[in-house]
């Protein structure tokens, strides 16, 4: 088991990892909701919650929206959404792997209640962030974002109530296929780093 110091400064090094992984060149639009991005940034947070632990993973994802607060766009928003969409993932995967240690599961059980649960828990989450984000907070954006889906799926939205629910149907979508883009690499490399005795976890591998 690590130290708590070397926990700390690992968490801090996937945080920074992550945050450089989100300025760089790595993500790639939702093609129904084209201002919507898959963002490879997300694995390095899920690999520190697999590896070092809850608290460690929740760590990084503060790294990491500290760091997008001064190079992520759209601040301060944008990394508050994402921290939350980070954090959300993380904390459906804590819930996940609790229930699955009291039934003694074995690690594709653990895999797949993590992808549900992180799922679940992430899309309540942003669902709730975007409705106040688009209808309460800056309802102008309402207008940009039907007309970006209008644009992409040739259905017309209109910029009221019923377009906002497509708006956040679409971005649920996405955040579901978001949540397998970081779950399943992040297994898969944590795998290989403890595979090769780089690091040791405390999740149950086996």
Known sequence: MLSRTRTVVTSAFFGALAAVMAIAPLSFPFPLVPYLKFDLAEIPTMI???????????????VYWIVLNFFGSFAPIGPFLKFLAVL?????????TAICRKMKSRLLTYIVTILVLSAIVRVVVLTLANYFVIWVLMPDFLSYATFAVSLVTGIK??????????????????NILHVFLTVVPSFVLAIALIKRKIIKTWFPLS
């Open 48 to 62: 520190s919650f697999i590896l070092l632990g809850p608290l460690p993973g929740i760590l990084t994802s503060l």
């Open 88 to 96: 959300s993932t993380i904390v459906g995967a804590w819930i996940g």
């Open 157 to 174: 939205l209109s910029p009221n109530f019923g377009g906002l629910l497509v708006v956040l149907l679409l971005t649920a979508v996405f």
